[in-house]
Every structure is written in structure tokens, then in C-alpha cells.
Nanobody, 118 residues
């Protein structure tokens, strides 16, 4: 069983930056992909960044150019650098791990709150 623990959330003004971290209890190199999701009140959870074991990254248009995902397999860490934050980025951010390509995400963290004030 893998446990994922997020940290780094908080309150920031619009235009500011935050760096989220995800610490995994086990090795992450064996996962096909690691990702960051977010869920705002009253909205569905959405994927905001993913990175495969080969380093391929993917972002939706809403965060492309502002968010950067990275992974450190040696430290079993995944990061999400968020720049030029907007009030609409306010949400709970979750770290997730996927074992099989194009399949469901298998492991989830407990989430960390990000609040962007205008």
C-alpha cells in the first residue's frame, strides 16, 4: 500500500506562486504516472498535471504555461510549481498515482487547500 501526503498549500494573492509537494511512502518509479488533481467547491475533480515514468508531462489549457509538475524518483517526491495564480485556481489539490496507463488512478493523498485571493 502506498501513502501519498501533500504539503505546501496555503493562502496567496493573485499573481503569486506556490509549490506543492507530494511525499510517497513507497517507490514511485514503478508507477506509470503521477498526477495532481484539484477540486473546487461544487465542481468535479479535474486533472491539472501529470507526469509519466518517462518524464512526459501533460496539462489542461487552464494551467498550461503556469503550472509545472516534476518528480524525483530517488526521493519519492512529486512537485507542482504553480505560478501566476488566479482566484479560479482556488481548490483542494490532490496528489495521485497511476499504475496502469489509461486506467484509473490507484492511490490518492488527503489533499491540501490552495486559496488565491483577488
Amino acid at each position: 500500500q502506498v501513502q501519498l501526503v501533500e504539503s505546501g498549500g496555503g493562502l496567496v494573492q493573485a499573481g503569486g506562486s506556490l509549490r506543492l509537494s507530494c511525499a510517497a511512502s513507497g517507490t514511485i518509479f514503478r508507477f506509470n504516472a503521477m498526477g495532481w488533481y484539484r477540486q473546487a467547491p461544487g465542481k468535479q475533480r479535474e486533472l491539472v498535471a501529470s507526469i509519466t515514468s518517462g518524464g512526459y508531462t501533460n496539462y489542461p489549457d487552464s494551467v498550461k504555461g503556469r503550472f509545472t509538475i516534476s518528480r524525483d524518483n530517488a526521493k519519492n517526491m512529486v512537485y507542482l510549481q504553480m505560478n501566476s495564480l488566479k482566484p479560479e485556481d482556488t481548490a483542494v489539490y490532490y496528489c495521485a498515482a497511476q499504475r496502469v496507463p489509461l486506467a484509473r488512478w490507484d492511490y490518492w493523498g488527503q489533499g491540501t487547500q490552495v486559496t488565491v485571493s483577488s
